[in-house]
């Protein structure tokens, strides 16, 4: 069984047809790119998995869970992290994760607090507030409290933009530790992420799946992957 | 870290982790205690200088609860506004969204930590009743049920903040219309708009009508006359608010 389905998800915002009869199923120890230009459909089909916006038609699975029926269970086995990391700016680091921890009723919440902390490099920020945090830090927040639970399923938008080279190494370096119990979807405009990274590459462009493979293959379309992508784009 | 099939999650534990985020929220501002300060301060000089309570020479708290329907209709709002227009402003809706919690669960824990702290502004002012027991020799029950009245009437009002919240993600816009509402309806109880209804209602209507006013059942309360009618009107208008607030974040 995959652990995350798009079913022939399709949304639109009054005329515009955001997304457009999207499938595709994700397996455990997959990291899928899901690439696309601004606008393409990524951040509405990602919303649509994970339960933030209700599909006009089709349906999002997340580890057996149907995202629209059984909402709680599926969110159970979901970690995402949305575009830009929102967080509750007012709270120290500590007290967010520890109400990310106690919401989702974890067994040992300080435990999984001081583990977080740990794997996401952010001991040293733990008791600063997250108003005063540099973006790498607050995006390593934002994702912190999508693994925190140690989920089956990662749903990731964009979560190295903005961040120096550095940071998007570390951010690639905690993930690919991971990677191998999880079913990842990262959503990205870095082309370069997905030879480091990424196992599959999905991309979208105006509402439509237009190419769904394995890293290699894709790799494989060319030396020059911006005109690759231009061109599976167009 | 824990698995997550290893976490069940019952429906109690989201609830109370939201409930205590919410409330301790109030105080991670200094606008909590600026809000306590403005609430007791008005009620305070409203009962003594604008109700004349201790001119009044009666060993009663009738005075000092009459100015409280304007505190809630303005200060509930206040305390209302962040409810979800901050959510929205933050982002932070769609992790709440996303969170192994139920919008209703949310929203109710939400709603009891902003009337838990409304109910922390009223239990400020109980040295204003303790003052009238030094003074004289007051009707405590009828104290009690005025408290409780006062009670029910701010979560009423923040039933109509909750809704102005869902809508919009400005505070400000939030408290604007949410304060307006309630007002209205302050001013409801005060037959200020009894001509202009008369026409369309007929006079028994417009009496009927002006039964929604705030301090028309507040006032009972205030006598000591323990009365379900007006408790289920408050109770009413707040989940009615809570209600239609939750549907509002649900379905967009």
Redesign the interface.
Known sequence: MPLIEAKNLSKSYGAIRAVRDVSFAVDRGEVVGFLGPNGAGKSTTM?ML???LRADAGAAVIAGFDVADQ???A????G?S?E?A??????TVREFLR??A???????PA??VR??LELCRLGEVAAQTIDTLSKGYRMRVGFA?A??????VLILDEPTDGLDPNQKFEVRRILKEMAARKAVIVSTHILEEVGELCTRVIVIAKGEVRCDESRDKFLARGADLNAVFRRLTA | ??????????GL??F???L??EFA?YF??PLAYVFLAVFNAFAVSLAFFVGGLYESGVASLDRFFLYHPWLWAFLAPAAGARLWAEERR???I??L??????VWQAALGKFLAAWLFLACALLMTVPVALTVGWLGDPDWGVIVSGYVGSLLCAGACLGIAAIASALTRSQVIAFVTGFLACFLLVLVGYGVFDELLAGVLGSGGVDEFRRLGLWRNLEPFTLGLVDARPAAYFLSVAFAGLGLSTIIVERR
Do not use: C, N
């Open positions: 919303k994970t339960g933030h909402a709680v269970q969110k159970q086995h979901l995402y949305p830009g929102p967080a509750y700016g007012e709270m109400f990310a106690d919401l989702r009723g974890l067994a040992d435990e999984s583990k977080t409290q693994v925190i639970h140690d989920p089956e | 870290m824990s698995s997550s099939e290893k976490s069940p999650s019952s534990k989201p109370t982790a939201m205590r985020r929220g991670r501002t933050q982002g932070t769609e992790l969204l996303t969170w192994p919690i139920t």
